[in-house]
Nanobody
Framework: VQLQAFGGGLVQAGGSLRLSCAAS????????????TGWFRQAPGQGREIVAVTSVGGSTSYSESVKGRFTVSRDNAKNTVYLQMNSLKPEDSAVYYC???????????????????????WGQGTQVTVSS
């Protein structure tokens, strides 16, 4: 599976951006809807942190730092997951990565994968810079 993330850029504090992540090349017989999705970010000199997650069943989870400002959604028909980012702050500046989680058959559809180790496929990242 290949992931292509785009939509990053330079924005002033308080502004908005919408990131998209399109998947292609899914394994035969496995649809995009069967994957959990995650958005992560990494600022210079820092580790990669989780931002927002959707489960196969559609449940979502956000980090405390973005809760109420960011919204994750997915369009399974388009094999795409989105991250709408509003009220951006300079501390949101980072490279944003999307990832897919290929859950085992025994796991709940509503399970939220919060660890990087749980993700099987990663996009190349898109830079978001928020100026003050």
């Amino acid at each position: 599976v290949q992931l292509q993330a785009f939509g990053g850029g330079l924005v002033q504090a308080g502004g908005s951006l919408r990131l998209s992540c399109a998947a292609s090349g899914q394994a035969s017989g496995r649809s995009f809807s069967s994957y959990g999705t995650g958005w992560f970010r990494q600022a210079p000199g820092q580790g990669r942190e989780i931002v927002a997650v959707t489960s196969v069943g559609g449940s979502t989870s956000y980090s405390e730092s973005v809760k109420g400002r960011f919204t994750v959604s997915r369009d399974n028909a388009k094999n795409t997951v989105y991250l709408q980012m509003n009220s951006l702050k300079p501390e949101d500046s980072a490279v944003y990565y999307c990832a897919l989680d290929r859950p085992p058959a025994w796991r709940s559809r509503f399970y939220i994968a919060r660890s990087m180790n749980e993700y099987d496929y990663w996009g190349q990242g898109t830079q978001v810079t928020v100026s003050s």
